[in-house]
């Protein structure tokens, strides 16, 4: 009996809670066609603004602003090319610069830790790695692409020079010079700050690198890594970044030693024995980096013969 009244009440209540939610729906809406009323300001406000501010302005309307930049700022201008012809990137690349300098930072602290070894002879190591970093950095200033250390170069590539003109005695002035030289150096290599660069001046070569030390370097590329690493295929193949590197020292060194104001830069022959030295250098590049060993080990043939010819009549 009981569940027959619950089933018999169960659709009344549904269709009571039916019409609820129906009558709820309709109460909430809002009314169609009201809205808000308008706000009304007081006399002292509504005079604060125009009434019509077309009124008020003067002079043609203004046209829709264009897209385009409007007195566009000059360019800066691009980089002033070395006065050497700018041909350095085509001799040596920047990547190799800046790991001869890192490597001969080493080979110069080691000459001048010890006052003792340097003044019994170290003194003449430390004017050759000098030297050579001077060189370096001399090309650093003028090298015609991105390369590190570009804006100190010339005022530090000169300071070098001069403290390795100054090894040529084993003093304690030279000494002192050559240690504050390679600590300013080594400060720039770990990118520490640095006083504004001097102006750029054109580089005396002669007074920055003697001749004499360059052709030492030159050397110990030929019989310390060129030779030796192109000994046989294999050890072609284990030392070809070495070989590569040297090559391009090479080739930048024989470029430098024919720079006006060096000893025999006026002398014809000597001149084309540079020249062939630094085409031999630049041919084994190509064939170190094209990994032909038959090239590589002619090009450092014909290297080694323009040293030895060159030195025969032009050795200072």
């Not at 400060?187 to 005396?204: M, T």
């Not at 030779?227 to 072609?236: C, H, Q, V, W």
């Amino acid at each position: 009996m009981q569940t027959k009244r619950r089933r018999a009440t169960l659709p009344l209540l549904l269709a009571l809670f039916a019409l609820a939610l129906a009558l709820g729906t309709l109460m909430a809406a809002p009314p169609a066609g009201r809205r808000a009323k308008r706000p009304e300001f007081a006399p002292s406000t509504v005079d604060t603004f125009f009434s019509d501010a077309r009124e008020k302005l003067n002079g043609a309307r203004p046209g829709p602003r264009s897209t385009a930049v409007e007195n566009p700022q000059p360019a800066l201008p691009a980089a002033a090319l070395p006065t050497s012809s700018g041909t350095w990137s085509k001799l040596i690349t920047a990547e190799a610069l800046e790991d001869e300098i890192k490597a001969r930072l080493p080979k110069l602290a080691a000459a001048i830790e010890n006052p003792t070894r340097f003044k019994s002879g170290e003194y003449q190591t430390a004017r050759r790695e000098l030297g050579v970093l001077a060189a370096m950095l001399g090309i650093v200033a003028e090298y015609d692409g991105r390369v590190r250390w570009k804006a100190e170069a010339a005022d530090l590539r000169d300071q070098l020079g001069r403290a390795s003109n100054n090894c040529k005695v084993a003093s304690d002035a030279a000494l002192n010079d050559a240690r504050a030289r390679a600590e300013e150096l080594q400060l720039l290599v770990r990118g520490g700050s640095q006083a504004p660069a001097a102006k750029s001046v054109e580089a005396n070569w002669p007074q920055i690198a003697d001749r004499t030390l360059l052709m030492q370097r030159i050397e110990e590329a030929q019989e310390q890594h060129i030779t030796p690493g192109i000994a046989n295929e294999k050890t072609f193949a284990e030392s070809s970044t070495t070989v590569l590197h040297e090559a391009e020292i090479v080739a930048a060194l024989a470029e430098i030693i024919t720079r006006a104001g060096y000893e025999f830069a006026d002398d014809e022959t000597y001149l084309e024995y540079a020249k062939a030295m630094q085409q031999h250098a630049g041919s084994l590049r190509a064939s170190t980096l094209d990994g032909s060993y038959d090239r590589a080990r002619t090009s450092a043939t014909e290297i080694g013969q323009s040293c030895t010819t060159c030195h025969e009549g032009y050795r200072s």
